[in-house]
């Protein structure tokens, strides 16, 4: 019995020798750097209810991948305009998130740009009626060319609304109509083309094509 006592113990001191020469050892810099000393910590955490854990769960409820939806078109357009900046104005005078014109803003009903610039709800609404009335503008040009490609690029119906809101419906149509020969540009080098492809294969089906689509203002 007591051989075997002595044994174990041996065997227990070679183990643990063997064990502290495996794990290195902290220098007092090491020490001091992950110490916990002077910290406030705090272990009272907060147990999550079950409805917190619902949303926590649901990825769409924090995390949106708005992907090619709609919404996932118009802040991608908007982000490209302006970064989404809502109050900017740029140095040829357009206004807003999606960088509208004054022109653009009296068609679809807005006459005071100041206010324009100060209300994201109304900008958004313009972007909506615009978006409209473009789509009617080339509705024929849409059931046209969807589909077909014009110097390696897919024309889709979200390229051909994204590049109307840019240049215009009638430089679209000028685009389109001249397989991609005709292609305006804007004061800033951005092309007709380009949005053509930077937008492509959105779904904009949403979007009823309306030629009197007015933005209405509150009184």
């Known amino acids: 019995m007591r051989n075997f006592i ?10 643990l020798a063997f064990v502290s020469t495996r794990v290195p050892m902290l ?19 907060k147990v ?15 995390t949106p991948r708005l992907g090619k939806s ?3 078109f118009k802040e991608a357009l908007g982000f490209k305009e302006s970064q989404n900046n809502y109050f900017i ?9 999606y960088q509208f014109g004054k022109s653009t803003l ?5 006459n005071d740009a100041n206010m324009f610039l100060k209300k994201p709800e109304l900008q958004e609404k313009a972007f909506i009626a615009n978006t409209k009335r473009n789509k009617w503008i080339l509705r024929r040009e849409i059931k046209r060319f969807v589909g077909s490609y014009i110097k390696g690029v897919k024309i889709t ?14 430089n679209v149509k000028k685009y389109l109509r001249s397989f991609g020969k005709d292609c305006f540009k804007d004061g800033l080098g951005t092309s007709v083309a380009d949005y053509m492809k930077y937008f492509s ?19």
């Open 27 to 45: 220098s007092n810099k090491m020490k001091n750097k992950y110490s916990t000393q002077g910290m406030m910590l705090d272990y009272n955490l």
């Open 48 to 62: 999550p209810t079950i409805k917190e854990l619902a949303v926590l769960t649901n990825e769409q409820e924090f």
């Open 157 to 170: 119906e979200s390229g051909i609304l994204a590049a109307a809101h840019l240049g215009g419906p009638g």
């Open 89 to 97: 104005v740029n140095k040829f005078g357009y206004l807003g998130k």
């Open 70 to 72: 709609f919404i996932g």
């Open 6 to 15: 002595l044994v174990t113990l041996t065997a227990f001191i070679i183990a």
């Open 106 to 110: 009296k068609m679809i009903g807005i």
């Open 201 to 219: 294969g959105f779904d904009t089906s949403s979007i009823e094509a309306n030629i009197k689509a007015k933005v209405l203002m509150k009184v």
